[in-house]
């Protein structure tokens, strides 16, 4: 019962600072993100665990994937409906998803910034192998550096941050065999080591000003686009990884 009352005082933290941005929009992270995953995975159905409003599911349907998300928080899932119109997201938390999905299966399975927020995130592997196809692509991304947790990834509700060696090891252990592991986003690891310091009430107000910085947003964007997204330094503060069910 207590993790259930964390899981959801969590998701109410995520959903008070998604109100606090104008729009995903103006995000330099997600698009550079996504632009990195998507070529690297197949052509076909794509199914996003813990798919927030449903940012990264309407990016790839543009690029003519048949996409399809679980997510837990209602309030998301009306955003998502706000925002984008129709879109087959269905509720429950990730450790629901064969449930939820019984028999059908996909071609690629996302999970961005999900899999740090779960007790047993060996049996969300599993669980992600069993929807996949056989040769069906899961992409991973998760926040990097054990030594950086702190209040504030407690806050948002996470179990843990990751190493590359690690997370290598639980996903071939669920049954994949990996692309490749790399860490991602290498420019903002010394503003991150900066904002993870930061007191917890100034979490709003850095984000709005993050939010409504256009010079500097484009100016990131820029980066990812142009040399984060092609060069890999070694370093980030997330970790990317891309693997094929066996």
């Not at 998701?11 to 996504?34: E, F, H, K, V």
Request: hydrophobic share 40%; charged share 30%; with cysteine.
């Amino acid at each position: 019962m207590r993790e259930v009352i964390e899981r959801e005082k969590s998701d109410a933290n995520l959903l008070n600072i998604a109100a606090t941005l104008d729009s995903r929009m103006t995000d330099y992270r997600g698009p550079n993100l996504i632009k990195y995953i998507e070529p690297l995975l197949n052509q076909g159905s794509v199914l996003d665990v813990g798919c927030g409003n449903g940012y990264y599911m309407n990016i790839l349907k543009r690029k003519g994937f048949d996409v399809h998300g679980i997510e837990p928080s209602e309030g998301m899932i009306n955003k998502a409906k706000e925002i984008f119109g129709d879109v087959d997201i269905r509720r429950g938390w990730a450790e629901d998803m064969i449930k939820v999905f019984k028999d059908e299966k996909f071609d690629n399975v996302i999970i961005i910034d999900v899999l740090e927020h779960i007790d047993d995130d060996n049996l969300i592997l599993k669980h992600m192998n069993k929807l996949l196809r056989k040769g069906g692509v899961l992409a991973i991304a998760v926040p990097a550096y054990p030594s950086l947790f702190c209040k504030r990834d407690e806050m948002y509700g996470h179990y843990r941050r990751y190493n590359k060696t690690d997370l290598k090891h639980k996903v071939e252990k669920a049954g994949f065999k990996i692309i490749q592991t790399r860490y991602w986003s290498a420019l903002t690891l010394p503003l991150y080591a900066l904002y993870s310091r930061l007191p917890i009430d100034m979490e709003k107000t850095y984000l709005e000003m993050r939010s409504k910085n256009g010079i500097a947003n484009n100016m990131l964007g820029w980066w990812f686009r142009n040399i984060e997204n092609k060069v890999n330094f070694g370093f980030g503060v997330n970790l990317l990884c891309l693997a094929k069910k066996i």
